[in-house]
């Protein structure tokens, strides 16, 4: 059987950016760019208009930036789309911002070909993270200015724990289910109760909770 072309938005303020980017993605078979967007306030328009699978957003654009239109996507669509934010600095704190706000990952502007395909690929098919150790550092920060554990950490189970631990390293739930000799449907569940004990939207959130929070280091 056949699967649907992934659908895609592309959202930065430089038009040049979006023609190389549609250029690239359209190439492809299996990928479909169905709209574009030069501001943050117009991303969100179309994306809730064509309601793509993934949408590669430019942080730093005018008016609403992608953060903020990031934010909104994700909050008032019943199945948002996957984000990547896309920028030119690794350590860009805007990048922390973004993944804060539920973007599935990060990808630089100089980045080639290859790894735009497969990063928009890997983000549409499966629920992984493309965290860089730049990001984790930059939640580190945030866990060394506040020492003390929030509450969250001590109602988790040892199960949802080990789980969390292993979706901060960018696993799937199928890799955590080989991993820890279970069902993925026991850990769709365990996935489940972090969300709600950590009290965030979506599994982006709960990793970058994590490293703020101490529970998980970078490199560990």
Do not use: C
Request: aromatic share 4%.
């Amino acid at each position: 059987m056949t699967r649907s072309p992934i659908r895609i938005v592309l959202a930065d303020d430089e038009r040049m950016v979006r023609t190389a980017l549609r250029a690239i993605l359209s190439a492809e078979e299996d990928l479909e760019v169905v709209g574009e967007a030069a501001t943050g306030a117009e991303a969100v328009s179309v994306v809730r208009e064509s309601r793509p699978d993934v949408v590669l957003m430019d942080v730093r654009m005018p008016g609403t930036d992608g953060i903020r239109a990031t934010e909104r996507i994700l909050a008032t669509l019943a199945e948002p789309p996957r984000v990547l934010v896309v920028t030119t600095f690794e350590n860009d704190s805007y990048i922390y911002d973004a993944l804060r706000a539920g973007a599935a990952g990060f990808l630089l502007k100089r980045a080639d070909a290859d790894t735009l395909v497969q990063a928009v690929r890997l983000v549409a098919r499966s629920d992984t993270l493309l965290f860089p150790a730049a990001v984790r550092a930059l939640a580190a920060e945030h866990a060394r200015a506040n020492p003390a554990p929030p509450a969250w950490v001590a109602r988790l189970t040892e199960r949802e724990a080990e789980v969390l631990r292993l979706m901060a390293t960018g696993l799937t739930n199928a890799e955590i289910a080989g991993r820890m000799g279970v069902g993925p449907a026991t850990v769709k569940t365990h996935v489940a109760s972090v969300l709600a004990k950590t009290g965030t939207r979506d599994r982006t959130q709960a990793v970058v909770r994590a490293y703020e929070a101490g529970f998980t280091v970078p490199g560990s």
